[in-house]
């Protein structure tokens, strides 16, 4: 069963069909809106939401989103789950990329290579992930907002023009051992495509655009 914490609508409060919340959110203009796993965490979001006056701009862009036609998505963000992301300063550049909690944003890993592509980040960041999760025994979700390197993990290969040489070995080392940990090991966490247009930037994000 899910619950569905409507913190902005014609009436406020939690439902447990989506036909009721649709009811209060389906064309009421900045309805907010979530749904919950149990029912603890739908009262605590409402509550959040009234301590704040309303949800936070943190909070807005996880909440439900919306098709171009303005119909209501029933299914909303997985809230207990990993945002990976990569920026590069420059393309090639100095390339960071990082993991964090979605929901809370908790800094998860952070990793800095000298030269790089910002696919390449991408991809190391959702290989990390997994390797991490791995050794910990968890099948927790990870978001990417990058199509590329979810191929490419899905591939197990990085197709890349980036020379190999002195200047680009760490990220070249740093992707031999991402694609020999691919190819040697499985995993049932699932890679998915976060909806930018519909969501806003993941958490993970850099802010640097």
Wanted: net charge positive; glycine share 6%; with cysteine.
């Amino acid at each position: 069963m899910k619950y569905y914490a409507v913190m902005k609508g014609r009436q406020t409060g939690i439902f447990t069909s989506w036909s009721k919340c649709e009811a209060q959110v389906k064309g009421f203009s900045g309805a907010i809106y979530k749904s919950f796993s149990t029912k603890a965490e739908a009262e605590a979001a409402l509550d959040l939401a009234k301590q704040n006056g309303s949800f936070s701009p943190a909070d807005k862009k996880r909440s439900i989103a919306r098709k171009s036609s303005g119909e209501a998505i029933a299914d909303c963000i997985i809230a207990e789950s990993i945002s990976v992301d990569a920026a590069c300063s420059g393309n090639p550049g100095v390339v960071e990329y990082q993991g964090v909690h979605t929901t809370t944003r908790e800094p998860i890993f952070h990793k800095r290579i000298p030269l790089g592509t910002n696919n390449l980040g991408e991809f190391l960041a959702i290989v990390h992930a997994l390797s991490d999760l791995q050794a910990q025994g968890k099948d927790t979700p990870i978001y990417s907002d990058s199509e590329t390197a979810m191929l490419w993990v899905r591939n197990k290969k990085a197709r890349t023009t980036l020379p190999r040489n002195s200047s680009t070995e760490e990220i070249f080392s740093l992707l031999d051992r991402a694609v020999d940990w691919l190819e040697n090991n499985s995993y049932s966490n699932p890679i998915l495509k976060w909806e930018t247009k519909v969501w806003g930037e993941i958490p993970a994000d850099f802010g640097r655009k």
